[in-house]
């Protein structure tokens, strides 16, 4: 039997997937899981991007150009402009997901070997890209009792070698839920900029912030043009994680030159999903405010149910749906896996995402768990009273 | 401003594309261009597929599984039954296109540095997805004058070193349109048996066999379980390339595992894609007779017209929708870009694709071309006149 390879056999398991056969189960024995563990929103995709799915007129489901169609790119670099990024139709590739686009920013950008600077905890799928492309991925720890804003600008420096190729960030942050201030950016622009370095911006929450808090860009930078590489996703910002579209935007005309080249060999980007994605940058502004309230009052019912329960520790955070938590337990993991398979109240249970795969560095997150807000609140409301529950009674518990 | 990476400047450029502004350039001149050059068939896609999507009912398009939804996972297990090739569902993922499924395989199986054998001219794209994975293609040539026939057995064996981790075969073969006899499956079968290697074999034209020709699936081999690894894609199959979904189908649990951790780094397939390749399957049998008469005629009338043509030898193939041709011309690639460039006949002209970038051995395939069957019988005629007039008085011609 000839073994697989020495790459596939490091390749991480999903933190967010890995217990899903135990969800699985508990589903097989009649309980209601709620899945605090997985960034799908039930928020309804706007009905501009279904009604063009329901009126496809097309004969034949072509190819499209390997860089997406024309028409979807232009508008969308329009969309960009609106919102005060500027940039051509021709600095942006269409992908299929953000996935792909962090993928051929990695491929495109870094070679086997070498290192990209990220904070941890970050997201787990990052470790999967590094892997796939053989980049070695250095973290440098954010806290949560500084609510895991960016580490000092000193600590990040002191990771860098002669290995390092860039930086990668998540704006608003996935796992955290953390906004980096336009402060904090600028500081990241003087530092790719000082060392020659790539940033790595993956902004597909940009559209989740709260309290009123200003999304920075990356691409609003000045002076790094050839620096940045902002990566997006439809996924959250229209609800549509399923259709796969996503964006690898930047101005650095080599990087797009070659991540044309990989996007050539898969031939072209979801063809249906791009219908969806086009359509949807006509989805209405109330679509938004009314999203953005909805996720507001869930964060706030959330953060404050989860401070409420004894030892639990929850900062607030100002964007995307997801923050980390910090339990009163002695592994997280564990608890988590407990919590689906012997665990329920009033037959019903909850899934959490572990945080230690969302950090490299061993031994960090063991007792955090990601939990994300994308339940309604009536549901959020049972879950956080099982969550509770299960924390009284786990036999793990450190207080 | 940081460099690219090596392996992003070693990405090769799509042979079947790169011409693609010289072709924009003379439709901007008001000339009609024939492609002949790329495999996207006019084919309507079966009405079952466009109906599903038309009648979408979801509110939110969300993530499927990592594999895919495992309705379309059985269902398309019980397809692969019906046409003899025995598997269970938990035997396959469903992929981002057949491109995905190769790129999954050999991440998951060979290791950077390693060697993948493979019969050559080979799909150009094997190409970009090894330089992308760090590995290097064999090549053993394969000639025109044999039809582009798998090279005898005792030369691919040469080629085996210690370094060698499978052999790569597409059948019925892109770009010769080659179909593999069942004789010629099991000598491979024998092979990768001997010397502990895996067989991934893409079967992407596996509908397209003509003159009563039977498909023999490398899955339909014994005793090569844990060798062999299929690749699948519903791109040509249903004529909706742009769907983008594909499958990666192996009795090898410990493959299949693997795969599906670079499947969960990317989250799931497309999800409309899905929706469409699951329908597909119910697509009525009249539907491959007619298509399959369809390319008979295409064939029929396009080999001999090509064979009518001085100095042009053309095979005959028994499968898929291409062929590879000699052409009586000093170089391809310069001939491809000259017909585009400065040809034109009655305000026409076409689009080939020179075949030196389907070999990888330096200076073959520089007086061929890949030319795609995939237009109706009446742009075909004027797309075989156009091709002819231009050979006649192309000044590079060798006859």
């Known amino acids: 039997m000839p073994s697989i390879s020495d790459k596939g056999r490091a390749m991480p398991s999903s933190p967010i997937r890995k217990l899903a056969p135990y969800?699985?189960?508990a589903k097989r024995k009649g309980r209601r899981v709620y899945h605090l563990n997985i960034g799908q929103p039930d928020i309804p995709t706007p009905d501009v991007a279904l009604n063009a799915i329901r009126n496809l007129g097309n004969k034949v489901i072509e190819y499209s150009h390997s860089a997406g169609n024309e028409s979807y790119r232009r508008k969308l670099a329009a969309f960009y402009n609106r919102?005060?990024?500027k940039?051509?139709?021709s600095d942006l590739l269409i992908t299929t997901g953000g996935s792909e686009a962090i993928l051929f920013a990695l491929n495109s950008c870094v070679n086997p070997g070498e290192e990209v600077i990220t904070p941890e905890p970050f997201y787990a799928n990052y470790n999967g890209f590094a892997t796939s492309a053989g980049i070695k991925i250095v973290p440098v720890t954010s806290y949560i009792q500084d609510d895991f804003a960016l580490p000092a600008i000193g600590e990040i420096e002191n990771k860098i070698t002669s290995h390092t190729k860039g930086i990668i960030i998540c704006n608003p942050n996935n796992p955290t839920g953390y906004l980096y201030s336009k402060d904090e950016i600028l500081q990241l622009g003087e530092i790719v900029k000082k060392h020659?370095?790539?940033l790595f911006s993956d902004e597909a929450y940009r559209e989740f912030c709260y309290d009123g808090a200003a999304h920075?860009?990356?691409l609003d930078l000045e002076g790094v043009d050839d620096n940045v590489i902002m990566l997006d996703s439809v996924s959250k910002r229209y609800s549509e994680c399923g259709v796969r579209i996503g964006a690898l935007v930047?101005?650095?005309r080599e990087v797009i030159a070659t991540a044309l080249k990989y996007a050539q060999a898969r031939l072209s980007p979801p063809g249906l999903g791009q219908i969806a994605g086009e359509a949807s940058i006509d989805t209405p502004p109330e679509y938004f405010r009314e999203v953005n309230l909805e996720y507001t009052a869930r964060r706030n019912f959330m953060v404050d149910a989860l401070n409420r329960i004894p030892g639990v520790l929850c900062p607030k955070p100002k964007g995307a749906f997801y923050t980390v938590v910090k339990l009163p337990v002695d592994d997280a993991d564990i608890f988590a896996r407990w919590i689906l398979e012997e665990f329920e109240y009033k037959n019903q249970t909850v899934m959490i995402a572990p945080a230690s795969g969302f950090y490299s560095t061993p031994g960090l997150g063991k007792n955090e768990a990601r939990i994300a807000?994308?339940?309604n609140i009536d549901d959020l409301k049972n879950a956080m009273e099982v969550l509770g529950e299960a924390l009284r009674v786990y036999p793990g518990r450190t207080i």
Do not use: C, K, P, W
Request: hydrophobic share 50%; glycine share 4%; no cysteine.
């Open 23 to 25: 969800a699985d189960e």
């Open 83 to 85: 919102i005060g990024i």
């Open 87 to 89: 940039i051509e139709y």
């Open 196 to 198: 020659d370095l790539f």
């Open 216 to 218: 920075f860009s990356a």
């Open 250 to 252: 930047t101005r650095n």
């Open 373 to 375: 807000y994308v339940l």
